[in-house]
């Protein structure tokens, strides 16, 4: 037996496929990467996320592939 999530919070695509968007949203924060996700797809044929980035952590790792940025927004772009 494995728990996800209770029941109530469980959603489900419009495939009828059920899913449990605080554990993915809980699975993408481990990346030292991400700061905070939200799942979306309730209703919808595919599921998508709104990410926000660790600007320290992302910025680092841009500037030691060379990769220019000029603030957040064009960093997480």
């Not at 494995?2 to 959603?11: E, F, G, Q, Y």
């Not at 695509?13 to 939200?38: C, M, W």
């Amino acid at each position: 037996l494995v728990v996800i999530d209770r029941l109530k919070d469980m959603s489900e695509t419009s495939h009828g496929d059920r899913y449990s968007p605080q554990f993915i949203e809980n699975k993408l924060k481990f990346s030292p990467f991400i700061a905070e996700a939200v799942v979306v797809g309730k209703g919808r044929p595919w599921l998508s996320a709104i990410i926000c980035i660790r600007y320290a952590i992302v910025a680092k790792w841009a500037e030691q592939r060379g990769l220019a940025f000029t603030n957040y927004t064009n960093l997480s772009a």
